[in-house]
C-alpha cells in the first residue's frame, strides 16, 4: 500500500489565464501569487484492487460528483500506473465552502502533488524541481489555474519568449522583497455557486470579438507586470491588477454569450477602494477572480490602517473577509 498527504494553496491571478487552446494549454501568459491560509489538504491510498478504482471523501463525506470527475482525471494522466489499484483520496479546505474561493486550484494541486509522488516512488523519491514541473503539469490537465498552486510565492504559466516558461506547467517567479508579504484580504461579497463557470468562460473565447486583442494585451500586461514586481514598483503592479481584473469582466461581458458576474456592491467596493487610495495615498489596489468578490492587494507595511478601513467601510458591503498573505507553498504532512 501507497500513502501520502499534501497541502496546496490557492492562488490569486494578478495577470489572467482567459482562453485555452489544445490540450489544456493557455491562450497566453498569467502570473499569480499563491496564498497561505487558503489550502486543501488532500490525503491519498492506493492499494491493490480487482480493477481501477476511485474513491472520495470530501469533508469526510462521500462524493459522486467528485469520485466520477476524479477517476476520469486520474485516468486521462500518462504513465500513471492505475491497472488494479484503488485510489481512495480524502480531502478537506481550510476555507470554509460557500466562501466564493474556488477549490479547484488548490484541490487539484494537492492531488497532483499526491499522484505525483505515488509515481515517483516507483523509481524514485526526490522531491527535486523536475518532481513539482511533473506535478505542475498533471494539476494543470485537472485545472490549469492549479497548476500555479504546486509553487509558493508567485509563479507565472505560459510561453512568453522566455526559455524556461512553459505551457505545460508553472514556473517560479523571484520578486523584490517588498512583496514577500504580500497581502490578500478576500472581501467575500457574494458565496452561491457561479451561473457560468469559469472553463464555459473559456470556451467563449473561442469566437470571441475581441479575444486577439485579449491575448495581445494579456502578453503586453504580463511582461510589465514582471518588470514591476522585480523592481519593488506597487503603483506598477496595482495599475495592472485593476486593468486585467476588468478586461476580464469585460471579456465575460462581451463574450459570444454575454453574462455579468459582478454584483452591485461589487462595484459599490471598488469606487471606495479608489476613494481610499486618493485620500489616503496608501497603494490599496483590487483585482477579481471569475466571480463577484474583491481581492484586495496591498503591501503588509498598511496593514493596520487598511485592515480598519476594510472593517469599517468595506465589510458592511459584504459577507466576510479572509485576510490572506503571499504564502510559502505546499507541504508534504
Ligand atoms: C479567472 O483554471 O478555473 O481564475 O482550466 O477550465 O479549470 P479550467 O479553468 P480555471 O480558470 C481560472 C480563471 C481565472 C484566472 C486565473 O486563475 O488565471
Given at each position: 500500500m501507497f500513502t501520502t498527504t499534501w497541502t496546496a494553496p490557492s492562488n490569486i491571478a494578478f495577470i489572467k489565464y482567459w482562453g485555452k487552446k489544445g490540450?489544456?494549454?493557455?491562450?497566453?501568459?498569467?502570473?499569480?501569487?499563491?496564498?497561505?491560509?487558503?489550502?486543501?489538504?488532500?490525503?491519498?491510498?492506493?492499494?491493490?484492487?480487482?480493477?481501477?478504482?476511485?474513491?472520495?471523501?470530501?469533508?469526510?463525506?462521500?462524493?459522486?460528483?467528485?469520485?466520477?470527475?476524479?477517476?476520469?482525471?486520474?485516468?486521462?494522466?500518462?504513465?500513471?500506473?492505475?491497472?488494479?489499484?484503488?485510489?481512495?483520496?480524502?480531502?478537506?479546505?481550510?476555507?470554509?465552502?460557500?466562501?466564493?474561493?474556488?477549490?479547484?486550484?488548490?484541490?487539484?494541486?494537492?492531488?497532483?502533488?499526491?499522484?505525483?509522488?505515488?509515481?515517483?516512488?516507483?523509481?524514485?523519491?526526490?522531491?527535486?524541481?523536475?518532481?513539482?514541473?511533473?506535478?505542475?503539469?498533471?494539476?494543470?490537465?485537472?485545472?490549469?489555474?492549479?497548476?500555479?498552486?504546486?509553487?509558493?510565492?508567485?509563479?507565472?504559466?505560459?510561453?512568453?519568449?522566455?526559455?524556461?516558461?512553459?505551457?505545460?506547467?508553472?514556473?517560479?517567479?523571484?520578486?523584490?522583497?517588498?512583496?514577500?508579504?504580500?497581502?490578500?484580504?478576500?472581501?467575500?461579497?457574494?458565496?452561491?455557486?457561479?451561473?457560468?463557470?469559469?472553463?464555459?468562460?473559456h470556451g467563449e473565447m473561442k469566437n470571441h470579438l475581441f479575444s486577439a486583442a485579449r491575448f495581445e494585451s494579456a502578453k503586453k500586461h504580463f511582461s510589465r507586470m514582471v518588470s514591476a514586481l522585480k523592481s519593488g514598483d506597487m503603483e506598477e503592479v496595482g495599475t495592472l491588477l485593476e486593468k486585467e481584473a476588468l478586461e476580464l469582466h469585460g471579456m465575460m461581458m462581451t463574450s459570444p454569450h454575454p453574462y455579468i458576474l459582478l454584483k452591485p456592491n461589487t462595484l459599490a467596493a471598488i469606487e471606495l477602494v479608489q476613494d481610499f487610495r486618493i485620500q489616503t495615498k496608501i497603494p490599496l489596489f483590487f483585482t477579481l477572480d471569475a466571480g463577484p468578490n474583491l481581492h484586495l492587494i496591498y503591501l503588509d507595511t498598511h496593514t493596520s490602517k487598511v485592515e480598519t478601513f476594510i472593517q469599517h467601510e468595506l465589510l458592511p458591503l459584504a459577507k466576510k473577509v479572509i485576510h490572506d498573505v503571499c504564502g510559502e507553498g505546499p507541504r508534504k504532512c
Open positions: 490540450p489544456q494549454l493557455p491562450a497566453n501568459p498569467s502570473l499569480s501569487m499563491s496564498l497561505q491560509e487558503c489550502v486543501t489538504k488532500t490525503q491519498l491510498e492506493v492499494t491493490e484492487h480487482d480493477e481501477f478504482t476511485v474513491e472520495v471523501l470530501f469533508n469526510e463525506k462521500p462524493s459522486e460528483v467528485l469520485t466520477k470527475k476524479l477517476f476520469d482525471y486520474i485516468k486521462s494522466i500518462p504513465d500513471l500506473d492505475i491497472s488494479k489499484k484503488k485510489f481512495k483520496i480524502t480531502t478537506s479546505n481550510t476555507f470554509p465552502h460557500g466562501t466564493g474561493i474556488a477549490s479547484s486550484a488548490s484541490g487539484m494541486a494537492a492531488l497532483a502533488l499526491c499522484l505525483a509522488e505515488y509515481h515517483k516512488s516507483l523509481s524514485a523519491s526526490e522531491f527535486d524541481i523536475e518532481f513539482f514541473k511533473e506535478a505542475s503539469s498533471w494539476a494543470r490537465l485537472g485545472s490549469g489555474s492549479a497548476c500555479r498552486s504546486v509553487f509558493g510565492g508567485f509563479n507565472t504559466w505560459g510561453e512568453c519568449g522566455e526559455s524556461d516558461r512553459s505551457d505545460l506547467f508553472a514556473t517560479p517567479l523571484s520578486v523584490h522583497p517588498s512583496f514577500k508579504k504580500l497581502k490578500d484580504s478576500i472581501l467575500v461579497i457574494d458565496d452561491q455557486e457561479k451561473k457560468v463557470s469559469s472553463t464555459a468562460g
